[in-house]
């Protein structure tokens, strides 16, 4: 069976610093080589410190940003490039959920036209085709219908995820690229958003790459975890093999760091309910992991 996403080789650079004359333009690798497949219906997490490069593989995967090298394939075609997206229906299929549910919905439109825009934005169904659909949706995602005529304020930070939820699933996409979508909620909602993501997994079959901090997290939704690193992957293995069985020591070192994992649902709640607060901080504190200091770091590969 061919995989729904096929990453390999990819990088993405940004310019640091000024290139002088003389001296050669840094490079930041955000993400430096990464190779990964996800097959349909499978939830993929992406864990690593803050840094590591996990946004930017994210938006690079959904065409939010420019590949520097590598290829990114989508059910075997190559939509590395802009305008190759544009001609698949990737475009389409292959929806965003950001952290932050206050920033990402127009404040200017009702939430009606925000669930549908997906839809709008490829010229899909007929005006009354797509109010059907955003009644469907706002239903699925456990909001009553009178929610469809207010704006974006009007709405807690929960349920603004809840409508960004629907929005991504308005043009029935395979798979969805969710960033950190938990960590900007309040803890008692966290898991509410949580099991809303699972139940809508296995009910439409989706696809996730889902970015999080949060091992808890991940430990309740993720098939696979692919562990990053200053642009890397270090370990990409079944999430019950590496809970168990971690074989990196950088992956070790993130289990670690949050021991009441693996003891059970409560547990792990209870790691989610602690304050959000870096992983490691011993490696958090190395030198080269800070980007504002890439380059200083000789042997490190941050840095060009
Ligand atoms: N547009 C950009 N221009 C320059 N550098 C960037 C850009 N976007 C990200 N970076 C840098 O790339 C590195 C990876 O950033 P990225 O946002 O992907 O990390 P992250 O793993 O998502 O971190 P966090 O967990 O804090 O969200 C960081 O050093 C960041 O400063
Ligand atoms: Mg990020």
Avoid: W
């Amino acid at each position: 069976m061919s995989a729904l996403l096929s990453v390999e080789g990819l990088r993405v650079h940004f310019p640091v610093g000024r290139g002088g004359l003389f001296a050669r333009q840094r490079m930041l690798k955000a993400v430096d080589g990464i190779d990964l497949t996800l097959a349909a219906g499978e939830a993929l997490a992406l864990v690593g410190e803050s840094g590591c490069g996990k946004t930017t593989l994210g938006r690079a995967v959904a065409g939010l940003m420019p590949a520097s090298a590598g290829t990114i394939r989508f059910r075997g075609a190559d939509i590395t490039a802009a305008a190759a997206r544009r001609r698949s229906d990737a475009r389409r299929t292959i929806q965003t959920v950001f952290q932050d549910p206050f920033s990402s919905l127009d404040p200017r439109m009702l939430i009606s036209a925000i669930i549908v825009e997906p839809l709008t934005i490829h010229g899909i169904g007929s005006a009354a085709e797509r109010a059907a659909r955003a009644r469907a949706l706002i239903e699925q995602v456990g909001l009553p219908q009178a929610a469809l005529n207010r704006y974006p304020h009007e709405f807690s930070g929960g349920q603004r995820q809840r409508i960004a939820i629907a929005r991504a699933l308005s043009a029935d996409p395979i798979l969805i690229v969710a960033d950190e979508p938990l960590s900007a909620l309040d803890v008692s909602i966290q898991s509410q958003i949580l099991n809303l993501l699972r139940d809508l997994q296995q009910a439409r079959q989706l696809a996730y790459l889902f970015i999080s901090h949060d091992l808890a997290v991940v430990n309740h939704l993720a098939d696979r975890v692919a562990v990053m690193y200053l642009g890397r992957l270090v370990e990409l293995a079944p999430r019950d093999a590496l809970y168990r069985t971690p074989s990196h020591p950088y992956t070790k070192a993130l289990l670690d760091s949050i021991p009441r994992i693996g003891r059970g649902r409560r547990a792990a709640a209870a790691v989610m309910s602690a304050p959000r607060k870096r992983m490691v901080p011993a490696l958090e504190a190395a030198p080269g992991n800070d980007p504002a200091r890439a380059g200083q770091v000789a042997a490190c590969h941050f840095k060009e």
